[in-house]
């Protein structure tokens, strides 16, 4: 078992070497109030990218207090310009707001890198047509 376990993660990690898996948590303004979430990215060589992402407001009022808004779904991103330590990405972020709504949001992301394995970015877009403002930092895995 061991065994088998060691030569499918050493195949496992030759395969995705010229690959990342990012993840990160951030928070954005919308027009619904700030949000607070997290994404795990699968990020090819040239830096395209598909992952789940997950985010939801947080209600401290009274009877509300919990998740507000919860909006989850894929994410999609493309390189527009790609660069050692900034780069400019193209975001499609589709999915469900409280489980009954199809959002789609798209939006220009600004990708800083601190070191080769982490880094935060910035990024405007279009929600409920009105602008989007988010901040996030980031970790790749592999």
């Not at 619904?32 to 992952?51: C, D, P, R």
């Not at 390189?79 to 220009?108: C, D, Y």
């Not at 602008?131 to 970790?139: E, L, Q, R, V, Y």
Request: hydrophobic fraction near 45%; avoid cysteine; glycine fraction near 12%.
């Amino acid at each position: 078992m061991i065994k088998s376990l060691v030569v499918m993660f050493s195949i496992l990690s030759t395969i995705v070497s010229a690959q990342d898996i990012v993840i990160s948590g951030g928070a954005e303004i919308t027009v619904g109030g700030n949000q607070f979430g997290g994404a795990v990215m699968y990020e090819t060589k040239k830096a395209w990218g598909a992952g789940p992402f997950y985010q939801a407001g947080i209600s401290r009022h009274g009877a509300e207090k919990g998740l507000k808004n919860p909006f989850y779904g894929v994410a999609l991103q493309a390189p527009i310009i790609i660069s050692k330590r900034i780069s400019f990405f193209a975001t499609v972020r589709t999915g469900l707001v409280n489980a009954k709504f199809l959002v789609i949001v798209p939006s220009l992301d600004t990708r800083i890198d601190l070191t080769p394995k982490t880094g935060f970015s910035v990024g405007a877009g279009l929600r409920s047509g009105y602008p989007s403002f988010a901040a996030k930092i980031f970790a790749k895995l592999f």
